[in-house]
């Protein structure tokens, strides 16, 4: 649990305080999407349980991106840089976000993660969030869409669990379905609970193991790319002004 936001309790941090922290929040991460739409880059929240496979997704993804995207992202973990070393090591610019007891990313932290990140020339970013399925959906960061990671080894209840999670999804990608041979696991009873909880219910079955549905995925996020906008010297010196003067 964040020992700052209280993750909703309002025992623990008042109600009107908790407004205070996602407003602040909301108005950080407008500036982080104008950040990315100025870059003309694609922004993803990735979201899922620890050890949903978000970093064996996003290591197939550039296996199978190869040569024609240019791949960012920032993985945010309680401890370690693990994450963020294996994505370097797949070929996605990566760093890490050290959150230490925070139990979600939050629009700030990206923001100071943009500020520091190696290249700002990526098609697409990934903001891959700390493992959980209740915290991280409630923080806007700034992405254009929210994916979350369901492994089948999770079981088909999670939706019906985790309902805000799924609701603010874009997507939902079923991953390990390589398993599901070897699992009592019925994809059905996913769909149905996704139909439950999630407007326009939307799901691609993954595995990052065999590549199986990774085209289906790297083409979902194609179409969503936005069209690339030149930034103007202009624009970029702006940019840097405000971000001198939040620090002031």
Excluded at 10 to 20: C, F, G, K, T
Excluded at 100 to 121: E, I, N, Q
Excluded at 201 to 221: E, F, H, P, R, Y
Excluded at 236 to 244: N, P
Aim: aromatic fraction near 4%; include cysteine.
């Amino acid at each position: 649990m964040c020992e700052t936001c209280g993750c909703g309790d309002p025992e623990i941090v008042p109600i009107e305080v908790q407004e205070r922290i996602l407003s602040d929040n909301d108005a950080q991460a407008g500036h982080n999407r104008s950040h990315f739409k100025g870059l003309g880059v694609l922004a993803i929240n990735l979201m899922g349980s620890p050890g949903a496979g978000k970093t064996a997704v996003l290591e197939a993804t550039s296996k199978a991106a190869a040569g024609r995207l240019k791949l960012g992202a920032v993985s945010g973990d309680l401890a370690t840089e693990r994450d963020a070393d294996r994505l370097n090591a797949a070929g996605i610019v990566s760093s890490t976000i050290t959150t230490g007891s925070a139990c979600h990313l939050d629009a700030r932290l990206v923001h100071h993660a943009l500020h520091h990140f190696p290249s700002s020339d990526r098609d697409i970013f990934f903001i891959e969030n700390v493992g959980n399925l209740v915290c991280p959906a409630i923080y806007d960061l700034g992405q254009a869409a929210n994916v979350v990671t369901l492994s089948v080894t999770e079981g088909e209840d999670k939706p019906l669990k985790y309902p805000v999670m799924f609701q603010k999804a874009d997507l939902v990608l079923l991953t390990k379905v390589d398993l599901i041979p070897h699992l009592d696991f019925d994809v059905a009873a996913v769909e149905d609970a996704l139909a439950r909880v999630m407007p326009g219910a939307n799901m691609l079955k993954v595995s990052a193991k065999t590549g199986d549905g990774i085209d289906a995925w790297l083409q979902w996020l194609e179409d969503r790319r936005p069209a690339v906008v030149e930034r103007s010297p202009e624009a970029h010196a702006h940019h840097d002004h405000e971000h001198q003067h939040e620090h002031h």
